[in-house]
């Protein structure tokens, strides 16, 4: 059984990397990026929230976020381990998702932090976003989202440090280096 947390900046390479893991662990990579943008597709009351809070450069609010991971990590393909891919973001997000496992009688194994360069990870984003045409992914709501993820996220780090289950991982290079480095860092033959 496997449950990990992939830690890192936007465009450090997560979604990458999470569907990689995913595969070679046989666990969902679970993505609240990827669930938020499915119901902005969807046209859905949450995706009509979470587009105006994605287009601003701001994070969806904690408890929209917090009930739609509760319930997706409540589903079958789960219980065998997962892998939160943007999940948690915040303090107030550990704290949910520690009562969410702690009700399954579970707890996570390791959290990965995917470190990346601050320039080449708006260079990566402004290039996806051309090639997706994602209406979140403009320069200044790049900026935001990282000036964001130094504020709240990056605090987390130092929280799974004291618990013993952060590892950092250099996410700059080739795909299949960076897939290497994580696997060994958690323990998983390449």
Do not use: C, H, W
């Not at 789960?78 to 998702?97: I, K, M, S």
């Not at 618990?163 to 390449?190: E, K, S, Y």
């Amino acid at each position: 059984m496997t449950r990990l947390v992939l830690l890192g900046p936007p465009g450090a390479g997560k979604g990458t990397q999470a569907a990689r893991l995913a595969e070679t662990l046989q666990v969902p990579a679970i993505s609240t990026g990827d669930i938020f943008r499915a119901n902005v597709r969807e046209g859905t009351e949450l995706g009509v929230t979470a587009k105006r809070y994605m287009d601003a450069g701001e994070y969806v609010p904690d408890s929209v976020t917090n009930a739609m991971v509760a319930d997706r990590l409540s589903q079958p393909d789960a219980a065998r381990g997962f892998l939160l891919d943007g999940y948690p973001r915040t303090a107030e997000q550990v704290v949910e998702l520690d009562r969410v496992l702690a009700a399954q009688d579970a707890a996570l194994d390791r959290v990965v932090e995917i470190t990346a360069d601050t320039d080449e990870v708006v260079t990566r984003i402004l290039k996806r976003s051309a090639e997706q045409g994602r209406s979140d992914d403009t320069e200044d709501v790049v900026r935001r989202r990282l000036e964001l993820y130094t504020e709240q996220t990056a605090p987390l780090s130092a929280t799974y440090e004291q618990r013993g289950l952060l590892v950092r991982v250099d996410g700059m290079g080739a795909v299949d280096d960076v897939t290497a480095r994580l696997l060994d860092a958690i323990g998983v033959p390449a």
